[in-house]
């Protein structure tokens, strides 16, 4: 596979996985249970995208 086709996607799963964790990280006590697993969903989706594009 060619470096420069798996370049992009990978550059995407990385800002999504940073984008996730300082969304995860921005919750204080006061967030909705709801909205803490939507984050870590979010973490965790980004996180399995990043391995995809490795």
């Given at each position: 596979m060619n470096t420069k086709n798996t370049e992009v996607p990978r550059q995407a799963a990385?800002?999504?996985l940073s984008a996730a964790q300082a969304e995860l990280?921005?919750?204080?006590?006061?967030?909705?249970?709801?909205?803490?697993e939507r984050a870590l969903e979010r973490v965790k989706a980004a996180r399995n995208a990043l391995a995809l594009a490795a």
């Open positions: 990385e800002r999504e990280s921005s919750l204080d006590a006061t967030a909705s249970p709801s909205r803490l």
